[in-house]
């Protein structure tokens, strides 16, 4: 990782995770003190994590802005929000994940799930909650023409929906124990991880007024491959990688018999298609200047991480 990238995820995370404790708070407000609801969605939230969705929003909305040296703090209140959302969304689909029906996973960013920690029901809606709260964060918006606004929660919905995200964990789990072939496994997995990280990158730009048609288009474009990328190294640290550095039990997949990138295309074969993905990534926002550089950081910081 850069040290210019280090500086800027430090920075991203530490103001996504006031929004987060705000938008928190304002519940709080307006639900019993002693609410085992708010103290799951709480656990869960704020249990540290990589905040990687909110950070690709904010670099985003400076890359358009061409602004690649300017502190976060340049960002303005709308990619707070939106910021906010994504990971309000993307701790909701966590905790859904990890649920016995699901994955039955025990372990979560360094400590138990919340079935574990508190019970299945309450995980459930846990993660009801917090999605709702996301669409709220959005909906509270005032800094942005209502259409533009409209714009935002139809992105989001259709990113996690019954074509994005939602789909691709019922392929997901409809594939346990089967066989896919390499398009099967990446429709997948574009669904299942990518579209989240699409959405962010696109409302992370929209969130700074750009409404290039162009510029929109070459930043779809790099968040596909990007969250391709990210999930075939999600299965290369599974099966490579130990439980302790990952926060969350290694070897998962295979216990579950889940087709993923390893199994279908052997380690060496996902290596490839990870470097293919990098690279695609790049290429799709070449024409962007030095102001993508930051997402230019984020790819190779991608295909390097290793948790």
Do not use: W
Not at 45 to 61: I, S, V
Not at 95 to 102: E, N, Q, S, V, W
Request: aromatic share 4%.
């Amino acid at each position: 990782m850069t040290p210019r990238l280090k500086t800027f995820i430090q920075r991203s995370c530490s103001r996504v995770n006031e929004a987060l404790e705000a938008a928190l708070d304002a519940v709080c407000r307006t639900a019993p003190s002693d609410n085992t609801l708010l103290a799951a969605m709480r656990y869960s939230l704020l249990a540290g994590g990589k905040r990687f969705r909110p950070c690709l929003a904010y670099a985003a909305a400076l890359a358009t802005q061409a602004q690649v040296d300017a502190p976060v703090n340049d960002c303005n209140e709308t990619t707070d929000k939106i910021a906010c959302a994504l990971e309000l969304i993307h701790t909701y689909s966590l905790i859904h994940d990890d649920l016995p029906a699901m994955d039955d996973d025990t372990l979560r960013r360094g400590q138990a799930t919340c079935h574990i920690a508190f019970d299945e029901a309450t995980a459930i809606l846990a993660g009801d909650a917090l999605q709702s709260l996301a669409f709220e964060q959005l909906a509270s918006i005032d800094t942005l023409p209502p259409t533009q606004v409209v714009q935002l929660i139809s992105i989001l919905a259709k990113a996690i929906g019954p074509a994005g995200m939602v789909l691709g964990q019922a392929i997901d789990l409809n594939a346990t124990g089967k066989v896919l072939q390499h398009e099967q496994l990446q429709t997948m997995h574009r669904r299942k991880t990518g579209d989240l990280i699409v959405a962010s990158v696109v409302m992370g730009a929209r969130s700074a007024a750009c409404d290039d048609h162009n510029i929109l288009a070459a930043l779809t474009t790099y968040g596909e491959h990007l969250g391709l990328a990210f999930q075939i190294q999600d299965d290369l640290l599974d099966a490579e990688s130990d439980t302790d550095t990952l926060g969350k039990t290694s070897g998962s997949d295979q216990r579950l018999h889940k087709p993923t990138y390893t199994s279908v295309l052997g380690i060496a074969g996902a290596r490839q298609a990870l470097n293919e993905a990098h690279q695609n990534s790049l290429a799709a926002i070449a024409d962007l200047g030095a102001g993508a550089d930051l997402l230019r950081d984020f790819a190779d910081h991608t295909i390097n991480r290793k948790f």
